[in-house]
């Protein structure tokens, strides 16, 4: 069969709600080339607004769900001339959204993501999938992680190693070759630290840098055991989960304390928290024996959470995906550009086993471009 190359672009924005990541990404078979990636940071005041997002009015959020697709459109348009690629050679556009609720377990399962596709398709010109999340719903599944489909195809033929996300909400997917693959959400990821360290520098700051605060505080090992008595961590997979538990409220209500003092201590103790609910969701979840660990994401930027996770986790090797010439935050974008190319050509492009899912399907809808629409085959 004829080899063909397509350049797909896949948009980002996580659970940490600080930017939009973009990657412009050249698929060929079972391999793949990153042409350009760059993060657009968003405002302080526009942030502020997504993290609200589950409080605001109906017009509010109509109004965000359009700003945002704005910037989104932008984000795309400004990294295709950072390297002089032209809209028109390009297939598709993956975006995933930004998720301001998700509950697949509600008494009526619903997920939902802003971000209008119509205006990131008008602006651009390139056809756009996006709403990847509400089909699998609708097959019986959690909605979520969905990018285990991606670590099958381009990590999964190794030996078996468990690639482990660290964005908003931290996500493990373990893969291999004669390996059923097998993904779950392992709790809270930099959700939870971000929030504390926001509050503790008084807005100064919109993360722990290199986990430096946390550094200098004491973890408090009987937090951490009140911590880990949370239902969810004890459910098997498939699950997922998001801000709607892991939050300050989930902190007080799990300390026993009314208010929340945000401190040092209370940063090592949940940056600790962190690595430790990863570690033991392997030990509960993952019968395979690893290989490595390569973790992605912006948790791999903080240097305590990661010598927390290689701690736990020793003698287990653990590696970061930069080692393999990918950035640490472009392994999202780059999955969801495969996924929309996926759709773009009517080809399943998720696991029902990760997700569960009662059958394969082709997740997300499709908002034509410029060009007259057709499914294209490879």
């Known amino acids: ?216 505080g004491r973890i408090d090992h009987s937090a951490i055991r009140r911590l880990w008595r949370f239902s969810f961590f004890h459910r098997p997979p498939p699950k997922s989960t998001g801000r709607e538990w892991f939050s300050e409220k989930w902190i007080a209500q799990h300390l026993s304390r009314k208010r929340l003092r945000p401190s040092k201590d209370l940063l090592a103790t949940l940056t600790y928290f962190t690595a430790y609910s990863i570690a033991e969701s392997y030990r509960a979840f993952v019968p395979d024996r690893l290989a490595q660990v390569i973790v992605s994401g912006g948790g791999v930027r903080n240097h305590t959470l990661m010598h927390h996770l290689r701690e736990l986790l020793a003698p287990l090797p653990v590696r970061t995906i930069e080692d393999y010439g990918v950035p640490a935050q472009a392994k999202e974008p780059i999955a969801f550009a495969f996924l929309a190319l996926r759709a773009f050509q009517g080809r399943i492009n998720h696991l029902p086993e990760t997700t569960g899912a009662r059958r394969a399907c082709v997740l997300g809808s499709i908002t034509p471009g410029s060009a007259p629409f057709a499914f294209h085959d490879t």
Do not use: W
């Open 1 to 216: 069969m004829k080899r063909v190359a397509r350049l797909a672009v896949g948009l980002m924005s996580g659970t940490s709600a600080d930017g939009i990541s973009a990657a412009l990404v050249r698929f060929e078979n079972r391999r793949f080339r990153i042409i350009a990636y760059r993060t657009q940071a968003y405002s302080p005041s526009f942030s502020a607004t997504l993290r609200r997002g589950p409080t605001l009015s109906a017009r509010e959020v109509s109004h965000l769900h359009v700003a945002l697709g704005e910037k989104l459109a932008q984000a795309s348009l400004s990294l295709l001339h950072s390297v002089k690629v032209a809209p028109e050679r390009v297939t598709v556009i993956g975006s995933h959204g930004h998720t301001l609720y998700h509950g697949p377990k509600d008494r009526i399962a619903s997920t939902f993501q802003i971000g209008e596709p119509a205006i990131i398709a008008h602006r651009t010109g390139i056809a756009v999938v996006a709403n990847f999340r509400t089909r699998d719903i609708a097959a019986g599944g959690e909605g979520a992680p969905l990018v285990p489909y991606f670590d099958k195809v381009f990590f999964g033929l190794g030996p078996p190693r468990a690639l482990q996300n660290i964005g908003g909400i931290a996500n493990v997917a373990v893969v291999g070759q004669n390996l059923k693959t097998l993904a779950f959400d392992t709790g809270p990821g930099n959700c939870l630290i971000d929030s504390i360290a926001q509050k503790l520098s008084q807005g100064r700051l919109r993360y722990d840098p290199q986990g430096r605060l946390a550094r200098g």
